[in-house]
């Protein structure tokens, strides 16, 4: 006889995955200033960030579609086991170039653990109750949020930025531990041939567009060659009889406006995690403590909205709970650009990332629940991925874009980059005082403009929202689900 699955047992072990990934965002952005302090590499800040989403990104849609072939299960511990690995090797890093490819295992892993996730929790719960334990993750994802910023800024002062790393371990063995017992599936068995070559196209697109953004002069060069293995991927992907992400998925208006959306919405966030530490950091010379409180209140307010959105969902459906959130997400990207200067109280931004969390998480579970509820069970997988993987591509673009805007900045004005490593550090004591105001003049003009080009995304996000289509909510057992 097939045991049953162990239904708190198994939201218990996702809320262990949702908590290490939400944990690793926040605890990384804070003290991650002080690593390169440390390492040195400046100019190689933003990849910190983008390696580990790169290669998350591209791994969702293919654990997506393994997990809807051979089932949720392996390919989640495939996942914990990477990403615990990743979290090792980065505690051990003794260059910036270490911690950037260690980094990337980690991201390897974490492709994984929050989609799966994800796609269990559809699988066992119908829309009604999806709602309400979408609210329950997010409020945890709060909590966890919350603790990374206060805990990583304790963790860098009392010990080293590398145990940041070393305190996923125990909560990714926990979570295995837990859904190892507590989560059994039936995975139908059916004949397959995995899209080897679709991946490798799709991996190929991303990390050509990615290094678009990045690389001044070459630039055009990877957006040529990205735009060559897209328009091959595509021929590809409307022949093969399995495709890595069937295409007739975008057919699907709600499908490709969640796409859209959630690129932009993974590009806001994204963006405002990794560089309001730093803002906060030189430019406001705050501690790395402060640095993280500055984030902070944007996940106390995503759980906050995230709850209310699952509540209010089957009662004012889809529409309006995405529009709201994207409009108040507008409204604090807008005001962060006009608020951060060098005389910016921390409180106001404190207050302007609660707001930034409101929205947020106000637009983010309609989104994946309006998408999980439109697929049968054997395309649930790789749709919660090709949405998951659309806001880190968003996410992954916004900060590698960006990134290599303030690089450009201090290029510019004739900033040798292991000159502006050591503002970081301890080592600022012996720059002469006006070379140390010129790093921070070019810093601070180079952060500006990224939090400008935010709320620019922040409004695209707002008008995509716009086109999001009335979908009626389906009555409560309706849906095809699978234990």
């Known amino acids: 006889m097939h045991p049953r699955t162990n239904r708190t047992l198994t939201v218990a072990a996702l809320l262990m995955g949702i908590f290490l990934a939400a944990m690793e965002m926040t605890v990384v952005s804070t003290a991650m200033p002080t690593a390169v302090g440390d390492l040195g590499g400046i100019n190689l800040y933003a990849w910190i960030f983008t390696a580990y989403l790169l290669t998350a990104t591209v791994t969702m849609p293919i654990y997506g579609k393994l997990a809807d072939i051979y089932g949720r299960k392996p390919i989640m511990f495939i996942g914990i086991a990477l990403f615990l690995s990743g979290s090792f090797l980065c505690g051990h890093a003794d260059s910036m170039i270490m911690l950037i490819f ?72 926990g979570c295995a531990a837990t859904l190892f017992f507590a989560y059994h599936e039936t995975v139908c068995k059916r004949k397959h041939k995995l899209d080897a070559m679709g991946a490798i196209l799709l991996s190929m697109t991303i990390v050509f567009t990615l290094l678009g953004t990045r690389v001044r002069g070459e630039g055009i060069v990877f957006f040529s060659a990205a735009a060559a293995t ?116 921390l409180w106001v931004v404190r207050l302007t990332m609660f707001v930034y969390g409101l ?28 949405t998951m993987s659309s806001r880190t591509i968003g996410g992954t673009l916004a900060v590698g874009m960006l990134g290599n805007l ?7 004005r004739d900033i040798p980059i292991d000159i502006a490593d050591k503002v970081l550090g301890a080592e600022r004591t012996t720059i002469p005082p006006p070379m140390v105001e010129s790093i921070l003049g070019a810093l601070r003009d180079g952060m500006g403009t990224i939090f400008h080009v935010v709320a620019v995304i922040a409004l695209a996000g707002f008008l995509v929202s716009l086109l999001f289509p009335r979908i009626r909510i389906a009555p409560r057992n309706a849906e095809e689900t699978k234990p």
């Open 359 to 386: 929205g947020l998480g106000l637009a983010n579970p309609p989104l994946m629940i309006a998408v999980q509820s439109n697929v049968p069970w054997d395309r649930r997988g790789v749709a919660t991925a090709v």
């Open 102 to 173: 260690f980094r990337s295992i980690q991201g390897l892993g974490a492709g994984a653990v929050q989609p799966i996730a994800l796609t269990i929790v559809g699988d066992m719960f119908d829309v009604h109750q999806r709602a309400k334990i979408q609210g329950v993750l997010s409020a945890v994802w709060g909590v966890a949020g919350l603790a990374g910023p206060v805990l990583g800024g304790a963790i860098v002062q009392l010990l080293s930025w590398r145990w940041v790393f070393y305190i996923n371990i125990p909560l990714g063995l």
């Open 230 to 345: 897209l328009a091959a991927f595509i021929w590809l992907e409307r022949r093969v009889a399995d495709p890595i992400i069937p295409l007739d998925l975008f057919r699907q208006r709600v499908i490709a406006v969640a796409s859209a959306g959630g690129a932009l919405m993974g590009a806001a966030m994204m963006s405002a995690t990794t560089f309001i530490p730093l803002y906060t950091q030189i430019i406001l010379a705050k501690t790395p403590y402060e640095a993280g409180s500055a984030i902070a209140p944007l996940v106390i307010g995503w759980p906050i909205s995230s709850t209310l959105a699952g509540r209010l969902l089957p009662r004012l459906g889809y529409r309006i709970l995405i529009r709201s959130g994207q409009a108040i997400t507008l409204l604090a990207a807008t005001g962060l650009s006009f608020l951060l200067n060098p005389d910016a109280n």
């Open 406 to 412: 303030l690089a450009a900045t201090l290029a510019a």
